[in-house]
Structures are given as structure tokens and as C-alpha cells.
């Protein structure tokens, strides 16, 4: 784990979220664990939602969906 330096400290408590790699110059944004875990825990959920959604799609334009369910039901 990466300790915060005393200006680090003092930028987030004055509520400087976003940090900058200065290689790459690719931007982050810092958030609190417990608060991470929870927009985890949605965009989990976000992601089973939309799977739903576009397996229900696909469902609805499948020719051949309901030859499979027949086939699931019967074992042959």
C-alpha cells in the first residue's frame, strides 16, 4: 500500500480527488474504500442487468430459440 505524503494529505482534504501519473499521463480518481466497494457492488449489478437485457434481445430474434427449448425439454 502507498502511504500519502503531508501535501498529498493536504490535497485530499481539501478535496483533490483526481491524480495524474506523470509518465503516462493517465488521470485517476482517488474515492475512500468503503466507497469504491459500493460503486463495485452497482456496476456489478449494471453489468448482470445488461446482460439480461441483451441475452432477452437475443432471445427475441433467434429463429431457432424455440427448436432449442423443444430440444432442452425432451433430452433428444
Same mark, same amino acid.
Given at each position: 500500500?502507498?502511504?500519502?505524503?503531508?501535501?498529498?494529505?493536504?490535497?485530499?482534504?481539501?478535496? !483533490?480527488?483526481?491524480? *495524474?501519473?506523470?509518465?503516462?499521463?493517465?488521470?485517476?480518481?482517488?474515492? *475512500?474504500?468503503?466507497?469504491? *466497494?459500493?460503486?463495485?457492488?452497482?456496476?456489478?449489478?449494471? =453489468?448482470? =442487468?445488461?446482460?439480461?437485457?441483451?441475452? =432477452?434481445?437475443?432471445? =427475441?430474434?433467434?429463429?431457432?430459440? !424455440?427448436?432449442?427449448?423443444?430440444?432442452? *425439454?425432451?433430452?433428444?
Amino acid at each position: 500500500m502507498i502511504e500519502l505524503t503531508k501535501q498529498q494529505h493536504d490535497a485530499l482534504q481539501a478535496g !483533490e480527488i483526481h491524480l *495524474r501519473h506523470t509518465l503516462t499521463n493517465e488521470t485517476y480518481v482517488l474515492v *475512500r474504500e468503503d466507497l469504491y *466497494r459500493r460503486l463495485e457492488s452497482l456496476m456489478a449489478d449494471d =453489468a448482470a =442487468a445488461a446482460m439480461n437485457e441483451v441475452m =432477452a434481445e437475443d432471445d =427475441a430474434t433467434d429463429p431457432l430459440l !424455440e427448436s432449442y427449448q423443444h430440444f432442452a *425439454r425432451n433430452g433428444s
